[in-house]
């Protein structure tokens, strides 16, 4: 069965440092997203991606984050520069659209900002 | 999007049928129910979605009542790895906007 990919599964890194986050969505698949989950906290939408343009980015999404999809199969998140609060696990998801409106999510990036 | 409200924990016997409430009362004509479940910090599961009649797959039913205002996810026989947050979640279909706001979703407790 198709599923969303993620890696790393975790990553460490330095306050003011760059990290990306990538995800392979579903391969037929055509609306893309990121969600967070702050520890203890409830999920969260960041940002959804269709037709190679941000369809839609919440408050949070702010410039410190970026998306792309460099390719045809890899979606990328970076944050540009970590601060302790963007410590949360990160979510990747797709849906297949067209009427397939059910979003599979991948099994999370565990980012550990310190 | 209408707002949902679920209980906060529920406790079912393994084997036993796990009734999970959701109401959602100012849910408006073209918005669909959903419900995800999300064991222990994994990322969150896709089970079933539905406008208005009863839906099944091969992991529950979802009961739609003809007012709209409430749903019931049924899992027929809960075993222990259904032990998760289950989430409802309506959602309206317009244009490309897919988001899905989480709340807090319902904690299920399958004890053997």
């Known amino acids: 069965e198709p599923e969303v990919t993620q890696t790393p599964s975790h990553q460490v890194t330095q306050m003011g440092q760059e990290v990306i986050l990538r995800c392979v969505p579903i391969?037929?698949?055509?609306?893309f997203y990121w969600y967070r989950q702050i520890l203890g906290q409830k999920v969260e939408f960041l940002v959804s991606?269709?037709?190679?343009?941000?369809?839609?980015k919440s408050e949070i999404f702010d410039d410190q984050f970026s998306v792309e999809r460099p390719d045809g199969s890899n979606f990328t998140l970076k944050i540009r520069s970590t601060k302790l609060e963007d410590s949360a696990m990160y979510f990747c998801?797709?849906?297949?659209?067209?009427?397939?409106?059910?979003?599979?999510f991948g099994p999370g990036t565990r980012l550990t900002v310190t | 999007d209408a707002k949902t409200t679920q209980p906060t924990s529920m406790d079912c016997a393994e084997g036993r049928a796990a009734n999970l409430p959701c109401n959602h009362s100012?849910?408006?004509?073209?918005?669909?129910v959903y419900w995800y479940r999300q064991i222990h910090s994994q990322g969150p599961q896709y089970i079933i979605h539905?406008?208005?009649n009863n839906e099944t797959n091969e992991m529950a039913s979802l009961i739609i009542t003809e007012d709209r205002k409430s749903s019931t996810l049924i899992l027929p026989h809960a075993t222990l790895r259904d032990t998760a947050v289950y989430y409802c979640i309506v959602r309206g279909l317009r244009g490309s906007n897919y988001k899905l706001t989480f709340g807090k979703g319902t904690l299920l407790t399958v004890n053997p």
């Open positions: 100012t849910i408006s004509g073209n918005e669909y």
């Open positions: 391969s037929n698949h055509l609306y």
């Open positions: 991606f269709y037709n190679n343009e941000i369809s839609e």
């Open positions: 998801a797709s849906s297949g659209g067209q009427g397939v409106t059910e979003q599979y």
């Open positions: 539905g406008l208005k």
